[in-house]
């Protein structure tokens, strides 16, 4: 380059060839040339693609590790794919852990948890928004900070509370810490924020009262909103670890996620990485389902914030 | 028509002001009264619809907020009956130990490493994701699901990848001639596995956010600038970034609290015992739940953690807001 001796000349062209033949050839033509093909392939597919491998090459090896017999584990020559295809692997995974008591678990924590918490921030954001009181915005405040308080934080005084209660190795033991919500209560108060006065209005014309403004107008038009909480609420309770793990260690209350970091403990030879793989398979796999069918609410619930 | 009927009475009542036209003494009078009324009422429908909501934080977030504060002033363990007041204590050990500095650089490292790494790479995708070539849709989905799958699966999975005698890691090194670090042994590898880890799961995150930050940046400045000849790195430097501003610091202050509140799952079943991974969320969990049951202390580090969180907040909202005072 030459740049070191001649300044720049930003407004000369400096490849007026190209740019002749560009403007002269029709405009479909352009983006099947071979240096537009080249450049999409170096900037665009290219870096997609090794970034798709990196995030779904993980994902292939297990599912497919899962279904691979032991020897096609502890090879020195791995494969990509099974040759010889099994199921053993799951069977093991139901022998060491109770599997369907396990998988009720964690569907009954996750439903009945993800329900109430979506009850509890519909209405708690209804009544921030649409109820005045005095000193609304301070136990606004309140919920923003709860926003903020990570589980472990109040992991140990919520065990002795849950012992106290008797709640060590029951399912409402597991759910009842976790009920008291704050992010859907923010998100759903963003959201009713900015519905319009006047949907409200006629209906108290009309004489309706909070319940019916609630439940006839609120829910309806926030739909949306509420998939939003209610989808993030789900994966969250499907996942939750920390707090399952320690208020429960019989193997019948555990959920799916303590269950298998108690298989991991088990299983801990080189051989065994096939049935944690089935068990990986059994927790994610369900969450991905529901990710790529209703990816769009998700991604917004989790991004919120961020994207104004 | 029933509306009439189904009125409530209150609608009425809440406005005595409008029935007659008394003197005016008379009609603040009934307006306070109404208002004291319309008050009340409001308040006993308020905490019917959010009371549960408040009670549940309370008991559940704020008491053991308090409770916390309490025990670290403890020497206590978990199970024991007796626990003696040794008062700043188990902070003074936090602050000054080995073993408490220990946790302070592990965090450090963590947090640094997940948060640069996550937030370099998300960026780097989302530059990619926002050309407009098709299948890009699919990509961005596919980018961002690690984020919401189980921490305890994706670190089951990833034990499978490090593993120093049949991981995918191993022989995908050996190809290259590289030798694999002592995975699960080496302290510092461990370190360093949880954050590749912990990037992997989070980097799609990331890239959503700055595709988001990328697409709002308007079309017509970046146009201009390719007329005037700036070159694509020029260009990325000297519009897109400066417009990004906001969003790499959104991203900033979301991934350290993240990366210091989230990775616990992924830490725990990688390195049980914590050896070399010891962030502060870990030790909390140790102290209390490990083999030490050391209580108090454990208190006292999450007492330090939820300041800290705190102050990092705080900082934002105050940022957040002079953005808004001078745009």
Redesign the interface.
Known sequence: MSTTTTPPQ??AD?KPARRAKRRSSPEWTKAFSPRNLAD?ML???L??LI??I???L??V??VS?SFKPVNE????T?QLLPQDATTENYVTVDRRIPLMTVLQNSVIVTSVGSIIKVL??I??A???VF????G?NL?FL??L??L???????????F??IEALGGRNTLWGII???????FG?FLLRQHFKSLPKELFEAAEL??A??FRK?FQIAVPVSLPAISTVSLVTI?NE??S??WP??ITDSRDRMT??VA??QL??VEDQ?SS?GI??A???L??VP??II??ML?RY??SG??Q???K | MTTTESRPAHVVQDRPEASAPPDDAQLAAARKKAHRRKNSKNWSLFLLFAGPNILLILAFIYYPLAMNMYFSSLDWRLGAPRADPVGLANYERFFTSPSGLEVWRVTGIFTAGAVLGSMILGLLIALVLNKKIPGRTFARTAVFSPYVLSGVGVALVWMFIFDPQRGALMFILDRFGIEAPQWFLDPDANLLMVIIVYVWKNLGYCAVVFLAGLQSIPKDLLESATIDRAGPVRRFFSIVLPLLTPTVFFLLVTNIIFSMTNAFDILRVMTPTGNGTNTIIFEIYLQSFGQFNRAGYSAAIAVVLFFTLFIITAVQLRFVERKVHYQ
């Open positions: 930003p407004w400096p999409t900037t665009g597919y870096p997609i970034a798709l990196i995030i779904v993980p994902l090896w297990m590790s584990i502890v090879t020195l791995p509890l921030a209405t708690t209804y009544a921030l109820i005045r009181v005095p609304a136990i309140g919920i900070v709860a903020m308080v990570p589980p472990e934080v109040s992991m140990l005084p919520n002795m509370t009842l810490p976790g009920l008291g919500t704050a209560t009309d004489g009262g909070h609630l994966v499907w996942n670890f920390l793990l320690i799916l996620p298998l970091n991991r403990s080189v990485y944690l793989m068990g990986a398979v927790v994610i969450m991905l990710f790529a990816q998700i991604v989790l991004t914030g961020a994207v």
